[in-house]
């Protein structure tokens, strides 16, 4: 980016924010059926921006790299009614930053297996299951200071240098049948022992979806949870409820038109609940929902013109521990776009 900057004159950077990034991959297929890939990427950036901030005005230096490992492995039957595939994976993400005295160093590190399968006798019903087991690990360090003062020379502490690790383990079923022509269901359940947390829990789900001419009628309803582990993550804001929801509880409606114009309209329900607090940065979040609504619509018009429209409803609310209702940070109630 350094010619940008050239060009528009900004010397707020003592060094031009640059990244590199790099990715390969090779898939081998010995046989019909049987394909076996592997992609690797990597990614490095580094910025260095003068920040007047906390009576301080220095560099405020960042840098970042991330690495990514995968290998899969798909199987398919020569009748097509069978399939399997694993995958491994690792990850690593590296973000450290300096400014003034303050200084923060972490690392993330993830290494997982997936194995699936598919059976599928008839156009009309599959079954498909699954597995999965992640480690994840975090590691931490740097120093922050014990004044108000935030200059190179102030005095300063070392942080509690934080290496953990959890675990997360899961399968999931889920059976698809067409009872009639124009329709199908989907019916499934999920099952994980989640990060950070020490009980399993189990997350069904249902879709149904109905065609009539040119429509498509959906309807689908499932539950989603996350564990608490590396919730810190949310940074604190003073002004806006504080808390990371656990669960989440979703229901939608929509309808799909093909043809011209393209058409897709589609109505939600949202339930957040067992929320965790790890910090006081604002008060203490007990229950979250959201409700919208989301339109689309396309034409190819002429050979010499087309576009879209697009509106989006979002009504979000958070109840608060002491029984207060707030706007939630999502809450943008109307957003309209066209374009032609």
């Given at each position: 980016t350094s010619l940008l900057l050239t060009l528009h004159g900004d010397d707020d950077y003592e060094a031009a924010p640059r990244s590199i990034e790099g990715a390969t991959g090779v898939t081998w297929t010995p046989r019909p059926g049987i394909e076996a890939k592997a992609v690797a990427l990597g990614m490095r950036d580094h910025a260095t921006r003068v920040v007047d901030a906390v009576g301080w005005r220095g560099p405020f230096e960042s840098a970042g790299r991330t690495a990514l490992g995968l290998a899969s492995l798909r199987a398919l039957s020569s009748d097509a009614t069978r399939s399997l595939r694993a995958t491994a994976s690792w990850t690593e993400r590296r973000s450290d930053f300096e400014f003034g005295i303050l200084d923060r160093r972490r690392r993330d590190r993830a290494w997982g297996l997936r194995v699936e399968g598919e059976v599928a006798p008839s156009v009309d019903r599959a079954l498909r299951a699954g597995v999965e087991a992640r480690r994840l690990g975090a590691r931490e360090t740097g120093k922050v200071p014990t004044t108000e003062r935030l200059d190179p020379v102030a005095p300063s502490e070392r942080i509690a240098s934080l290496d953990e690790g959890t675990w997360h383990t899961g399968a999931w079923l889920e059976g698809e049948a067409r009872p009639l022509a124009p329709l199908a269901v989907v019916i499934g359940a999920r099952i994980d022992r989640?990060?950070?947390?020490?009980?399993?829990?189990?997350?069904?789900?249902?879709?149904?979806?109905?065609?009539?001419?040119?429509?498509?009628?959906?309807?689908?309803?499932?539950?989603?949870?996350?564990?608490r582990w590396r919730a810190g993550y949310e940074l604190p804001d003073g002004g806006g409820p504080a808390g990371v929801p656990r669960r989440a509880r979703h229901l939608t409606v929509g309808a799909e038109r093909e043809g011209e114009p393209w058409v897709k309209v589609e109505g939600y329900l949202k339930r957040y609940d067992r929320y965790i607090v790890d910090d006081e940065s604002g008060p203490p979040a007990r229950e979250g929902r959201a409700a919208g609504l989301d339109a689309l619509a396309r034409w190819t018009g002429t050979e010499r013109w087309d576009g879209w429209l697009s509106y989006s409803f979002l009504h979000g609310q958070v109840e608060l521990a002491d029984g207060r209702t707030v706007s939630s940070d999502f809450d943008v109630t109307h957003s309209l776009t066209a374009v032609g």
């Open positions: 989640l990060p950070g947390e020490r009980g399993a829990t189990v997350d069904p789900r249902l879709g149904v979806a109905y065609r009539a001419s040119d429509w498509t009628l959906r309807a689908g309803a499932g539950e989603f949870q996350q564990g």
